[in-house]
């Protein structure tokens, strides 16, 4: 500070210190290998036109707008001055793309006649941000047909204001493409425009020599409040490296007051690397992004600081400031914090990693669709990991295709089941996101994918303008999953035919235990009665034992029959020989064969005449076993009342009953009567296999059967066949 005190730098003001500086060309160029540099950061830019406009000598406002031109990615940019009567403004600055096309008149200026509205609302000290020509107000008529002229899109007007007056206006315009100008773009275009005001200004007042004494010292005080409220931190060293002043910004960034940090030595700070400090000290503009320490401060109790294990990505930037006269006087220090960047660049990177990490499975891709070029592109860098999925290997050779190009390339619409409805809800800003899975063909492969999809970049009228997919290859899954279902199923086939076979051995053994009862009891009374009829001589006696031994004959019979026909069921052997046949000739002969074997007290009826004649189309032997069947069966269970035979057409079939007056069978049975080998009662005689023949035949007839009865009072069996 002493060396200060000596020399007449402490006699200048803040803006004619900066004038010292020294900036390089080179500057720019150290800049651009930096992460930190590529960001296009309002930090940066603020540094960089700072310097432009203290040190370079030519043109420094035109460069100062060349650089914000590209950092606003506009097509012209320009400065306008009011003339005195205020009706007039000039442009003494203007930079532009090369796709502007400059228009054919000089528009070098402009007046309120040209753009009236533009002049009213920029001394109204109003900012101008139009998006796209459809924002001007209907009082913008004049200026309109100019900008037509000059093919504008989108246009960011500030107003400029010295001498406590709005003297002009920085303006920045899009002829390529509309610009939504973002409400960080606008406030950083203040901070450029209050920039440019201050050069302005110190300019004029410069040329105006008799006021310049007054209006130094108001500019000083202005350049103060300016200086501290710059995000960006301003640090002022004398040649030895003591601190002797810096801004509001600078004393943030460190986490510190400002006159905590005032006389601290630049470098003797042990968080500054020393090859840092070598270049500082070598007195050129200098550039460095560092690692801040801030452990190391308090370790060392350099400065008081809030910040304890902390670090920040910093970027100084800066300049030896070198007097003609004295040489080497002092450093000036730009400071950006760019640890906020840094970290979401991080994070970033990290997410990336993983994002990779997965995708180098090989069993996923990545893409981004574009809405309005209806694009699905596939980053080749990102995707790079092989792929048995011909699918993918396809994406990854060409990266851009249609959302139907996919579909078509899949051949997704041949199989059934796919549904590319939930992508399109996502595309149509229907739903944020979506996660389907659909089966594919590429050539004559099949393969499954999981589409998910994750709308972003919404638009303000809330329609995605981008979409993520990430599409997984998860036949693996889907051919376990169908292994397992298949293993699935055939076990539980193999149980049901265990228990089918379970079933079968104990029916088979119940039958056989039933059969040898069935057979045993005819046999025994033929056996029997035949050796009584041999020794027998009274004529009258031999007749009722011929009967006993008919009738067992019959039993007997019919008991074979059964078993045959369920032996042919059994084997799918049962034979059906179609004929036309009369009905009324079967019942006939039915009722006739029955009505003789009736019980005691017992009377078979059958209304033969007034049965019609009806001719079906169908078997005549099995029919006739079905009646059989259930006449003996009413028989037997029936000892008094009577048993009726009878049948109708009815609509498209005829329907046959059998009604007794017999014992009934109770609910629990009825619903079991129809299966094999049931009986209700054990010591009735029978197999149990009656009923389920006839239900298997009149089924195989295309008839049904069926039973009502109510225990004590009688049954009803009934079968239909049809009539065609
Ligand atoms: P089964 O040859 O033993 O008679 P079915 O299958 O013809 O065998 O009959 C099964 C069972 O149904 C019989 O054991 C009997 O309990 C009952 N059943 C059949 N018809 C009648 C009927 N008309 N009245 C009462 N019970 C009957």
Not at 414 to 435: A, Y
Request: hydrophobic share 40%; net charge negative; with cysteine.
């Amino acid at each position: 500070m002493s060396t200060l005190t000596k020399n007449k730098y402490n006699r200048l003001s803040k803006e004619e210190l900066i004038l010292l500086l020294e900036a390089r060309d080179n500057e720019r160029k150290a800049d651009t290998g930096s992460s930190f540099a590529e960001a296009s950061n309002i930090k940066r830019i603020i540094s960089e036109v700072l310097v432009l406009l203290f040190n370079e000598e030519r043109q420094p406002i035109e460069k100062a707008m060349s650089l914000l031109l590209n950092f606003f990615n506009a097509d012209w940019g320009y400065v306008a001055i009011f003339e005195k009567d205020g009706r007039t403004a000039y442009f003494p600055y203007e930079v532009m793309s090369e796709w502007v096309e400059v228009p054919k008149e000089n528009h070098s200026e402009l007046t309120d006649e040209t753009i009236p509205w533009i002049m009213e609302t920029v001394k109204d000290g109003r900012d101008i941000v139009m998006c796209s020509m459809s924002d001007l107000p209907p009082e913008a008529e004049t200026d309109k047909k100019l900008f037509e002229l000059q093919h504008l899109k989108s246009m960011l007007i500030i107003p400029l204001s010295f001498h406590n007056k709005i003297q002009g206006f920085i303006g920045f315009d899009s002829v390529r493409v509309q610009r939504f100008w973002t409400a960080t773009e606008i406030e950083d275009l203040h901070i450029i425009a209050s920039i440019f005001s201050l050069i302005i200004e110190r300019r004029e007042t410069q040329a105006s020599l008799e006021e310049s004494r007054k209006h130094l010292a108001e500019l000083s005080i202005k350049f103060k409040q300016f200086f501290n409220n710059l995000p960006i931190g301003v640090e002022l060293y004398d040649s030895e490296g003591y601190l002797i002043d810096l801004n509001e910004a600078d004393a943030r960034i460190f986490g510190s007051a400002r006159k905590d940090l005032l006389g601290i030595n630049l470098f003797r700070n042990p968080a500054i690397p020393e090859k840092i400090l070598k270049g500082i000290k070598s007195g050129r503009a200098f550039s460095f992004p560092f690692v801040y320490d801030f452990s190391i401060i308090q370790n060392t109790s350099y400065y008081p600081s809030a910040f304890v294990d902390q670090v920040k990505y910093l970027q100084i930037k800066g300049i030896g400031l070198n007097d003609p006269e004295f040489g080497l006087v002092g450093y000036l220090l730009i400071i950006s914090d760019n640890t906020d960047m840094q970290l979401k660049a991080e994070q970033t990177r990290n997410n990336l990693a993983i994002l990779k990490a997965v995708l180098l499975s090989g069993r996923s891709i990545v893409g981004e669709y574009s809405v309005e070029e209806d694009e699905l592109y596939i980053d080749p860098v990102l995707n790079d990991h092989s792929s048995s999925n011909p699918l993918f290997n396809y994406l990854k050779t060409h990266n851009y295709l249609s959302i139907q190009e996919l579909w078509d390339l899949g051949q997704f619409s041949s199989i059934p089941g796919n549904d590319m409805g939930p992508l399109l809800q996502v595309i149509r800003g229907e739903t944020d996101n979506c996660s389907f899975v659909c089966k594919m063909f590429v050539r004559t492969v099949p393969s499954w994918i999981r589409i998910n999809a994750q709308a972003h970049k919404i638009n303000k009228d809330g329609h995605p303008s981008k979409v993520v997919c990430y599409i997984t290859d998860i036949t693996g899954e889907k051919q376990l999953e169908e292994n397992l279902q298949q293993a699935r199923d055939e076990s539980r086939k193999n149980e049901l035919e265990m228990q089918k076979a379970r079933e079968a051995d104990m029916l088979k053994s119940t039958f056989l235990a039933n059969m040898s009862h069935e057979i045993r009891t005819p046999l025994n009374a033929i056996v029997g009665f035949s050796g009584i009829i041999a020794e027998m001589d009274d004529e009258e006696g031999k007749d009722e034992y011929v009967k006993i031994i008919n009738t067992n004959c019959d039993l007997l019979l019919r008991l074979v029959t059964d078993i045959l026909d369920f032996s042919k069921i059994e084997s799918g052997m049962m034979d059906y020989s179609l004929a036309d046949v009369n009905i009324k000739e079967i019942c006939a002969e039915q009722y006739k064969v029955h009505s003789l074997k009736v019980q005691e007290g017992v009377s078979m009826r059958c209304d033969l005449n007034a049965l019609p004649d009806k001719i079906l189309h169908t078997d005549p032997k099995r029919v006739t076993q079905v009646v059989s069947n259930l006449l003996s069966n009413a028989i037997k269970f029936t000892e008094q009342g009577s048993i009726t035979l009878s049948y109708r057409v009815e609509e498209d079939h005829v329907l046959f009953e059998v009604s007794d007056t017999g014992i009934g069978i109770s609910a629990r049975h009825i619903e079991t009567i129809f299966e094999r080998f049931t009986k209700v009662d054990s010591f009735k005689q029978g197999t149990g296999l009656g009923l389920s023949i006839c239900k298997t035949i009149v089924n195989a007839l295309r008839g049904e059967i069926g039973v009502d009865s109510t225990p004590g009072v009688g049954s009803r069996f009934w079968f239909t066949l049809p009539c065609e």
